[in-house]
T-cell receptor
Framework: GAGVSQSPSNKVTEKGKDVELRCDPI?????LYWYRQSLGQGLEFLIYFQGNSAPDKSGLPSDRFSAERTGGSVSTLTIQRTQQEDSAVYLC??????????????FGQGTRLTVV | QKEVEQNSGPLSVPEGAIASLNCTYS??????FFWYRQYSGKSPELIMS????GDKEDGRFTAQLNKASQYVSLLIRDSQPSDSATYLCAVRLYNFNKFYFGSGTKLNVKP
């Protein structure tokens, strides 16, 4: 597609339920990132995928959070046993890969998650 | 110490003035620098990237990079009310693809 696509746009879930958030990166972008943004706050890094390399999971806040990327394209972020503090906007971004300097990252529209 | 520091603002400027947004970073290995604009309730939108010391101009926007002093700035000339948003500074380290974001500076352009 022309841009990074995320679904759903909004998700309301009950505390304790599992949720899955989807990200479809820009075609040809092999690097994919997940960030979280709580209301009025900055971007919190969650996880980064680069091609077939092992993902950088250093930002995942707990073992309730996991992510996978199938076929080097679409990624799914899963939050198990959701808590109210998980409420935030989850942003996905993608970029060209490699150590080149000019790897600009482009964001999707985000998924607003509300845990009630 | 945060990788990227920004003044949270708000920075208020009158319409038509120059808005100056600043960002400092801690890692001298930082190679690439980016400015994103984020309107309330929207996702960040890339507006400028800069990789070499000096100035880079794009329309009303000028990015300035000084690696020796470890700061990057964004100038917005002829500011418009539609420029009112939060501006995020991001850096990428050499040979790493992870982007580090500042917490953003809120800009208000008053008509």
């Amino acid at each position: 597609g022309a841009g990074v696509s995320q679904s759903p746009s909004n998700k309301v879930t009950e505390k304790g339920k599992d949720v899955e958030l989807r990200c479809d990166p820009i075609s040809g972008h092999t690097a994919l990132y997940w960030y979280r943004q709580s209301l009025g706050q900055g971007l919190e890094f969650l996880i980064y995928f680069q091609g077939n390399s092992a993902p950088d999971k250093s930002g995942l806040p707990s073992d309730r959070f996991s992510a996978e990327r199938t076929g080097g394209s679409v990624s799914t972020l899963t939050i198990q046993r959701t808590q109210q503090e998980d409420s935030a906007v989850y942003l996905c971004a993608s970029s060209l890969a490699g150590a080149r300097a000019n790897t600009e990252a482009f964001f999707g529209q985000g998924t607003r998650l509300t845990v009630v | 110490q945060k990788e990227v520091e920004q003044n949270s603002g708000p920075l208020s400027v009158p319409e038509g003035a120059i808005a100056s947004l600043n960002c400092t970073y801690s890692d001298r290995g930082s190679q690439s620098f980016f400015w994103y604009r984020q309107y309330s309730g929207k996702s960040p939108e890339l507006i400028m990237s800069i990789y070499s010391n000096g100035d880079k101009e794009d329309g009303r926007f000028t990015a300035q990079l000084n690696k020796a002093s470890q700061y990057v700035s964004l100038l917005i000339r002829d500011s418009q009310p539609s420029d009112s948003a939060t501006y995020l500074c991001a850096v990428r380290l050499y040979n790493f693809n992870k982007f580090y974001f500042g917490s953003g500076t809120k800009l208000n352009v008053k008509p």
